[in-house]
């Protein structure tokens, strides 16, 4: 073998190890386990030492106990202030660790961690799947022109999603996500619900 394919084999050799280390490693049926923390008539904050984005057209944003760079998820209008029905919703960073600035996803997080999809439905709302934790069932409704929201049936209560929280164990080569808080107000009451879940027979990789 050339010296040259040798040099081009052994990097994508090494992209394609690293990609699948960041890969959700569960189970083909894993369990998904829901436990309420607490409620409260403010939303909690996990880190009161962390920035909270306010960006335009947020939607949902995530923290991690690594640092406080953000990840946010901001809705896609058109001209009218109608969804996007191809790209209803976008994910990037906001680096609040160095400088705040906005930057895209990298492909291998888009794809294994913190990428989303949405589907249009017959009743013109969104079937939302977080890459992270696809078995959450969240769906983005238009409420007004240039106005929407994340919705999440979260046991028997319905959630506006607000945020979420990642717990990582850093002691690897990889931090390992021990566990997500979901943050939410409910409608009907006005209280703000915190949810711990996990999944059984894995765990994340971010």
């Not at 191809?86 to 906005?102: D, G, L």
């Not at 238009?142 to 049936?153: H, K, M």
Request: no cysteine; proline share 5%; aromatic share 12%.
């Amino acid at each position: 073998m050339s010296i040259w394919r040798t040099r081009m084999i052994l990097p994508l050799m090494a992209i394609a190890v690293f990609v699948i280390s960041l890969a959700p490693q569960t189970h083909a049926n894993p369990d998904l386990s829901i436990a309420q923390a607490t409620t409260s008539a403010k939303m909690p904050r996990v880190r009161a030492d962390f920035p909270v984005p306010a960006d335009k057209a947020q939607l949902f944003y995530v923290q991690r106990s690594m640092n406080s760079n953000t990840v946010v998820y901001a809705a896609q209008f058109d001209g009218q202030g109608m969804l996007k029905s191809r790209a209803p919703v976008r994910a990037y960073w906001r680096r609040f660790n160095t400088t705040s600035e906005v930057k895209s996803l990298k492909w291998f997080e888009d794809a294994f961690a913190y990428g989303v999809k949405a589907r249009r439905t017959q009743d013109s709302t969104y079937k939302v799947r977080f890459q992270a934790i696809p078995e959450l069932a969240v769906e983005l409704r238009q409420t007004a022109p240039f106005q929407a929201a994340l919705w999440a049936q979260v046991e028997d209560r319905e959630l506006r999603l607000n945020y979420a929280y990642l717990d990582l164990d850093e002691s690897g080569m990889i931090p390992r996500v021990t566990a997500l808080r979901l943050f939410g107000t409910d409608p009907t009451s006005g209280l703000a619900h915190a949810y711990i879940i996990t999944v059984s027979g894995g765990d994340f990789r971010k």
